[in-house]
C-alpha cells in the first residue's frame, strides 16, 4: 500500500472527514428542531433564577456564600433535567387557513414526493404558547388549575375584544422547518402579553415553564426532522423555490377562542390534534366539548378538594370541642366528689 503524499488525504480520511460534516449538520438541524418545538417561550437568561426561589444572600457571610453556592447549584442541576413534555396550544381551526396551508403541501409534494413525511398533519396546526415539564399525574392536575387561573387574566387582558391573528407569508428556521408567518401587528403585542402572563401563572405553581427563547409566532407546515430519511438521502434543506409561490400568499385569519395544555408524547387524538388535558374557552366561541377523561379528571379533583374540606372542617369543629368537653369533664367530677361528700356526712 502507497503511502501517501504530506498534506494529502487517503480514502478513509475523507470518508471520516465527510462522516464528521454530516454528524455536525445533524447536530445543528437537531437544535434547530428543538428551538422551532419551543417557539414562544419569553424567557431571557435573567429569567432563569425565577424558576426556583432563593432567600437574599449576605455576600459578605461566609455561610451566606455557601447557601447561595447550593442554590445555584440546584438550579442548574434542575434546569439541566428540563425537558419540556407539555406545552400550551392555541389550536388552528379556521377551514381558509388550513385549506390554504394544504394546497401549499401539495405544491412542494408534487415538486419533490419524499418531502411528504415532512409534512404537519391536518389536525395537529396550532401555535405553541408555552412549554413546561410535567412529570406525574399531580403535576398535570397543577397544570390543570394554573391554565383555569391563567382564563380570567387573558380575558382581563383583551377586555371583551377579539384578538385576531392574521396569518400571511412563508419562512423557514435556518432552512429546516418550514411556517406560515403572522403578519405583524399589535396583535402580537397582545399574544406576547398573554404568553408572559401563562409563564408566570404557572411558575407561581412552581411548575418548570418557559425557556430561553426569542417570541416568534408561528404556523408549522413542514419539517425535515419529522423524517431523518431525507437526511440520508441528501435532502439536508428546505428549498426556497419550493414555496417560491406561496411567499407572499395570504392565508387568513384565526381567532382565539381555545387554550389547551397538551401532552408532547402522549399518543394523538384521533382527528391527528394532540392529547388534551384540558381547555379554556376565551370569549364568545364555543370550544371543544370536553371528552370523558377529561369530565372524569375534573369529577375526581372536585370530589379530591371537597373530601379535603370536610376533613379539614371536622378537625377544626373537633379541636374546637376539645376544650370545652375537658372543663365539662372537670366540672363532673367535682360534681361526683361533692356528692360522695354528702352522702358521707349524712351516714
Avoid at 447536530?27 to 428551538?35: G, H, I, P, R
Avoid at 391527528?272 to 372524569?296: F, M, Q, T, W
Avoid at 379541636?319 to 361528700?341: F, I, L, Y
Amino acid at each position: 500500500m502507497e503511502r501517501p503524499e504530506a498534506g494529502g488525504l487517503n480514502s478513509n480520511n475523507c470518508e471520516n472527514v465527510a462522516r464528521k460534516e454530516e454528524i455536525s449538520e445533524e447536530l445543528e438541524a437537531s437544535s434547530v428542531d428543538s428551538l422551532v418545538n419551543m417557539p414562544l417561550a419569553t424567557i431571557d437568561i435573567r429569567d432563569d433564577s425565577e424558576i426556583i426561589d432563593a432567600s437574599p444572600i449576605n455576600s459578605k457571610s461566609k455561610e451566606n456564600e455557601q447557601i447561595k453556592s447550593e442554590q445555584v447549584k440546584k438550579r442548574k442541576r434542575k434546569l439541566k433535567d428540563y425537558q419540556p413534555n407539555y406545552f400550551l396550544s392555541i389550536p388552528i381551526t379556521s377551514k381558509e387557513i388550513i385549506g390554504g396551508i394544504k394546497i401549499l403541501q401539495k405544491a412542494i409534494i408534487q415538486q419533490d414526493n419524499r418531502l411528504s413525511k415532512a409534512m404537519s398533519g391536518d389536525g395537529s396546526f396550532h401555535i405553541t404558547l408555552l412549554v413546561m415539564q410535567l412529570l406525574n399525574e399531580d403535576e398535570i392536575n397543577i397544570g390543570i388549575d394554573a391554565l383555569w387561573e391563567l382564563k380570567p387574566y387573558i380575558e382581563d387582558i383583551l377586555q371583551g375584544r377579539c384578538l385576531t391573528l392574521p396569518f400571511q407569508g412563508i419562512d423557514t428556521f435556518r432552512s429546516q422547518v418550514g411556517f406560515v408567518k403572522l403578519e405583524e401587528g399589535d396583535h402580537i403585542n397582545l399574544l406576547l402579553e398573554i404568553a408572559e402572563t401563562a409563564k408566570k401563572t404557572f411558575q407561581e405553581k412552581g411548575i418548570l415553564a418557559g425557556e430561553n427563547r426569542s417570541f416568534k409566532p408561528h404556523l408549522t407546515f413542514m419539517k425535515l426532522s419529522k423524517a431523518p430519511v431525507l437526511r440520508r438521502n441528501g435532502v439536508k434543506k428546505i428549498d426556497p423555490e419550493l414555496y417560491e409561490k406561496f411567499i407572499n400568499c395570504r392565508f387568513g385569519e384565526e381567532v382565539l377562542h381555545r387554550i389547551d395544555l397538551c401532552s408532547m408524547q402522549k399518543k394523538k387524538r384521533s382527528d391527528g390534534y394532540y392529547h388534551c388535558e384540558s381547555s379554556i374557552v376565551i370569549g364568545e366561541k364555543n370550544g371543544r366539548d370536553p371528552d370523558d377523561a377529561e369530565l372524569v379528571r375534573l369529577s375526581k379533583r372536585l370530589v379530591e378538594n371537597a373530601v379535603l374540606k370536610a376533613v379539614q372542617q371536622y378537625l377544626e369543629e373537633t379541636q374546637n370541642k376539645k376544650q370545652p368537653g375537658e372543663g365539662s369533664s372537670v366540672k363532673t367530677e367535682e360534681a361526683d366528689r361533692n356528692g360522695c361528700d354528702q352522702d358521707n356526712n349524712k351516714k
